[in-house]
């Protein structure tokens, strides 16, 4: 089975599939009913979501082993898109949330964000300074920080991303993000004079150093926001070509980034 959740798929996302059926533990193994069953009484909405994504794959996978049929997928299919509509309902009402909270000054505006990196700048917080130019300027999500920094071509690869330090210039190359599988790697090239320098003061190797991203990256993000609240500000001040980069950067349709993080709908 593992060889087969590996086909089209990032390596972290594969890593993320085996963890979820860890967790699953005896339950990915009950029947259709049962698990649905299981899956409403144990778990949020989000979470179900999560673990749905991964039981479908291996509900594929028991198929070609006549181990369940298509019926079976079909079931566990239904219940999978009914859950996703209450996920994706409970998204656009945080999006809205975002809006009150700018307008009570709860959260920091678009200016307000870009002018926090002149403060981490000047006041040589560097690891802070990368982390939040990277967010607001190339839109990226938590697993896309999760980067090895180094000034030797030779270390990049076909399956992390990198920080590669170069004169007069920063290639950022990502090949471990969510929707790798739509969009393949992504390079860029940076040429900021602020953002070289404070790449080139940070220490070579890996920029976060735990395994749990998202907690680490608190630490750093601008007012312990999440990468997705700081998206959803900036995006609200965009115009169309603006939009257009965003979209590109993160690996996200047009169309997500006004169903899902657009504050003024």
Do not use: C, W
Not at 72 to 97: A, G
Not at 178 to 192: A, P, Q, V
Not at 239 to 254: D, I, M, P, V, Y
Request: aromatic share 12%; hydrophobic share 35%.
């Amino acid at each position: 089975m593992n060889e087969y959740l590996k086909q089209n798929i990032s390596v972290k996302t594969h890593q993320i599939h085996l963890q979820n059926i860890n967790k699953l533990g005896d339950a990915i193994d009950y029947t259709i009913d049962k698990l649905i069953e299981h899956m409403r009484q144990t778990y949020t909405s989000t979470e179900q979501f999560k673990f749905g994504k991964t039981i479908l794959k291996v509900i594929k996978y028991k198929i070609t082993q006549n181990e369940l049929t298509q019926d079976d997928y079909d079931t566990f299919n239904i219940y999978f898109k009914e859950n996703r509509l209450d996920v994706e309902q409970n998204q656009i009402m945080n999006t809205r949330q975002i809006k009150r909270k700018l307008s009570d000054g709860a959260v920091k505006t678009a200016n307000q964000l870009y002018s926090q990196l002149d403060v981490y700048y000047e006041n040589d917080q560097y690891k802070h300074f990368v982390i939040n130019f990277l967010l607001m300027y190339y839109h990226v999500r938590n697993l896309d920080l999760d980067l090895i920094i180094t000034d030797n071509p030779d270390d990049v690869d076909e399956t992390n991303n990198f920080l590669l330090v170069e004169r007069n210039r920063i290639t950022y190359t990502r090949n471990q993000y969510k929707t790798f599988h739509l969009y393949g790697k992504k390079t860029y090239e940076i040429r900021d004079k602020r953002f070289v320098y404070a790449v080139s003061q940070l220490e070579k190797g890996r920029l976060l150093k735990t395994q749990n991203i998202a907690q680490e990256l608190k630490r750093y993000i601008v007012d312990n926001m999440t990468e997705a609240t700081i998206n959803k500000i900036l995006i609200a001040e965009m115009n169309l070509n603006q939009l257009k980069h965003a979209s590109e950067s993160r690996g996200t349709s047009l169309e997500v980034l006004y169903k899902y993080y657009n504050i003024n709908i």
